[in-house]
């Protein structure tokens, strides 16, 4: 295919006689013209990148409902299939989980409180509604939160390491050693990047100089800033990975196709189609050179 397209980049259609043209005047002579074809760049599944859904947020943060338009694992411009294994599935509502928990730098800490824990069919963990001020927000639910809960966000850095409760957010250089956190930043500043699944959660391990180690759900240890923030406690949902799935139907709600079995061409009405070819473009072969004349300079 890529022989084909250089040798058309180099090439001149004449329509008057059929022929593919070289620049160096050289006809291309056997090739035979079905159909056109338009290159288009397929993405390649990953690279952050889920092909499951595309979410419509507004400008402004809500707690609202936004709508969703589902991909089924294809790319949201060309529409080619990328993701395989994808499609179908039960319609979900998606919650907009506020990715910074942000508190007072000095004095005492915020206090937020737990107005409702609901479940979010397009993430594995549950979501709770929180509110603090006038403000209402959704963050990941821990394991043991309850409603009415009081929770508890600072920036502040203590010369002693606080006693923290399930949910509340501290840099990780204020809480102790052994501490089971998720929500964490990768960068200060930074919008929680690390531990969203359900039952997951990182161990604070050890500190040196101005860095804490962390080690995450996979078992690797890396090193922080002291000033990043995290959530105290462990992802709430944790018997998730447990979960018995027990038919088939139940799968497709979950919005995954199956992939088992023998690979079979679709007939009948829905299948593929035969269609006659379209009409075949032959090249005419190059022009013969004429005789070179000879003239005879030898007198007979």
């Known amino acids: 295919m890529n022989n084909l397209t250089r040798l058309l980049a180099n090439c001149t259609l004449n329509a008057s006689r059929h022929q593919l043209i070289n620049k160096s005047g050289i006809v291309a002579a056997g090739i035979q013209v079905r159909g056109k074809c338009k290159v288009v760049e397929k993405p390649k599944p990953g690279a952050g990148q889920q092909f499951r859904r595309v979410v419509h947020y507004p400008e402004e943060y809500t707690i609202e409902p936004l709508k969703i338009t589902h991909l089924a694992g294809r790319d949201p411009v060309s529409g080619r299939l990328v993701a395989k294994g ?10 907009w989980v506020k990715w910074v928990r942000d508190g007072p730098l000095e ?11 609901i479940d979010d069919g397009c993430r594995t963990a549950k979501v709770a509604l929180v509110g603090v001020g006038n403000e209402l927000k959704y963050i990941l639910a821990t394991e043991n939160m309850k409603v009415g809960d009081i929770i508890k966000t600072s920036r502040f850095i203590p010369r002693i390491p606080v006693r923290p409760n399930e949910g509340d957010a501290y840099p990780l250089g204020a809480l102790p050693v052994g501490t089971r956190i998720h929500n964490l930043e990768k960068n200060p500043g930074h919008p929680f990047h690390l531990i969203h699944a359900a039952g997951t959660f990182g161990t604070i391990l050890r500190k040196f100089d101005d860095k804490v180690v962390v080690q995450l759900p996979s078992k690797r240890e890396f090193a922080y800033d002291r000033t990043c923030m995290a959530t105290v406690g462990r992802l709430s949902n944790v018997e998730h990975n447990k979960e018995h799935i027990g038919s088939a139907q139940r799968m497709r709600q979950l919005g995954n196709r199956p992939r088992s079995g023998l690979w079979k061409r679709k007939e009948g009405k829905h299948g593929r189609k035969i269609r006659k070819l379209p009409a075949m473009s032959l090249t005419s072969p190059p022009p013969q050179k004429k005789d070179e004349v000879i003239n005879l300079t030898l007198n007979l």
């Open 86 to 95: 994808i499609g179908g599935g039960i319609k979900q509502k998606f919650h």
């Open 107 to 117: 004095g005492p800490p915020q206090e937020e409180r737990v107005i409702e824990i």
